[in-house]
């Protein structure tokens, strides 16, 4: 199958399905010489991970990684890394019921007359499963990235379903299960979801992600603009629906006198474009945000057709989130990472005697 492989000159080829022996991803284009174990990679892992609390689906695995090549005496060497994860926890005959029919919401239709064939544990290939590896890979960038430019990253939730999140702190992110930036709502969102479960329904959620202390000078004009492979890698993510970049949506209602990110000495003054002027990273915050749709395997019985086009009744039987986006920011960190550092070695490659550094323009916008 096409489509399986992220990234230029930092590739990462997704291997796997959701009920198969083992998921994970192959890395090229690493540079050598960096540092790089397991430990590095499973603290990511283990924020996206299934069965961490009940507002999550239940399937118990553990995620562990192993590092299968490109490393060697606890260093890259340039050459392929091999990410395993194993599965442990399927569940395939929760599935027997969809055998002849197609999920509303699902890539069941779309994969079944493309490919004319599927595998519907759990969604195959099209499973959110999927994102795990790319996560792995997401940890490695970000240490390639934090150690060349001291460059971070970090998500939160902004919105359930209906109920918006203020912004608080964020230091509240990893101290709830949905990546609140908020104590004072979680018992609301616990409750919220609670009811959902009981009634067989679910929610989609917003997520903002952003990075700091980026290089300036990623991207590249016209079609490969940093932005736009910020867009394509966000709209990879199952159940992502809409991206904003910087001030998003919101812009149409803005004048021209503030919608510019005005510069002065000291250094821009807001940051409406997100970090990215002309397809090019300004030394500003990476500011992005995502709309991730209801998750699609319910409860509910909802009308559908079987393989024959006639009319059917599905209902989803299995252990699912009632909110795909609640373990959402980890992975979509991780695209973020992907991104940034396929473009900073696409800069070295095309600019190697221009200086790539941190903020050339001091000061930086405030915290939103």
């Given at each position: 199958?096409?489509?399986?492989?992220?990234?230029?000159?930092?590739?990462?080829?997704?291997?796997g399905e959701s009920h198969g022996p083992a998921i994970?991803?192959?890395?090229?284009?690493?540079?050598?010489?960096?540092?790089?174990?397991?430990?590095?990679?499973?603290?990511?892992?283990?924020?996206?991970?299934?069965?961490?609390?009940?507002?999550?689906?239940?399937?118990?695995?553990?995620?562990?990684?192993?590092?299968?090549?490109?490393?060697?005496?606890?260093?890259?060497?340039?050459?392929?890394?091999?990410?395993?994860?194993?599965?442990?926890?399927?569940?395939s005959k929760d599935y027997g019921n969809i055998l002849q029919t197609f999920r509303p919401g699902h890539a069941d239709y779309t994969y079944w007359h493309k490919y004319g064939i599927r595998d519907p544990?759990?969604?195959?290939?099209?499973?959110a499963r999927l994102t795990a590896?790319?996560?792995?890979?997401?940890?490695?960038?970000?240490?390639?990235?934090?150690?060349?430019?001291?460059t971070e990253f970090r998500g939160c939730m902004t919105q359930l379903g209906e109920l918006t999140i203020p912004f608080e702190s964020w230091e509240h992110v990893s101290e709830n299960p949905f990546f609140a930036p908020?104590?004072?709502?979680?018992?609301?969102?616990?409750?919220?979801?609670?009811?959902?479960?009981?009634?067989?329904?679910?929610?989609?959620?917003?997520?903002?992600?952003?990075?700091?202390?980026?290089?300036?000078?990623?991207?590249?004009?016209?079609?490969?603009?940093?932005?736009?492979?910020?867009?394509h890698a966000m709209m990879a993510i199952n159940a992502v629906k809409g991206v904003e970049i910087g001030a998003g949506f919101a812009s149409v209602a803005h004048k021209g006198t503030h919608h510019g990110d005005s510069l002065s000495p000291e250094g821009f003054r807001n940051n409406n474009a997100g970090g990215v002027l002309g397809g090019i990273s300004t030394g500003q915050d990476i500011k992005v945000s995502i709309a991730i749709k209801p998750t699609s395997s319910?409860?509910?019985?909802?009308?559908?057709?079987?393989?024959?086009?006639?009319?059917?009744?599905?209902?989803?039987?299995?252990?699912?989130?009632?909110?795909?986006?609640?373990?959402?920011?980890?992975?979509?960190?991780?695209?973020?990472?992907?991104?940034?550092?396929?473009?900073?070695?696409?800069?070295?490659?095309?600019?190697?005697?221009?200086?790539v550094d941190t903020p050339r323009i001091p000061g930086r916008a405030p915290e939103a």
């Open positions: 199958m096409s489509g399986s492989t992220f990234g230029l000159l930092f590739r990462v080829t997704n291997f994970g991803c192959v890395i090229d284009g690493c540079p050598p010489g960096m540092e790089l174990s397991e430990a590095d990679i499973q603290p990511e892992l283990d924020r996206r991970r299934p069965g961490t609390s009940r507002h999550v689906t239940q399937r118990n695995e553990p995620d562990a990684v192993e590092i299968l090549s490109g490393v060697y005496e606890g260093r890259t060497t340039g050459t392929p890394i091999c990410l395993l994860i194993r599965n442990t926890d399927q569940r544990r759990g969604g195959g290939r099209s499973s590896p790319m996560v792995g890979a997401g940890a490695v960038a970000r240490k390639w990235l934090r150690q060349q430019y001291g908020n104590a004072s709502i979680v018992p609301q969102l616990e409750d919220y979801l609670d009811g959902l479960r009981k009634a067989g329904d679910s929610v989609g959620a917003r997520i903002h992600i952003e990075a700091s202390q980026v290089p300036v000078g990623l991207g590249e004009p016209l079609f490969d603009k940093l932005d736009a492979d910020i867009a319910i409860r509910s019985p909802r009308e559908s057709i079987d393989l024959a086009g006639q009319s059917a009744t599905v209902e989803t039987f299995g252990r699912h989130d009632p909110c795909v986006g609640i373990r959402a920011t980890p992975i979509a960190e991780a695209m973020l990472a992907l991104v940034l550092m396929d473009h900073a070695l696409r800069h070295r490659a095309q600019c190697g005697d221009v200086r």
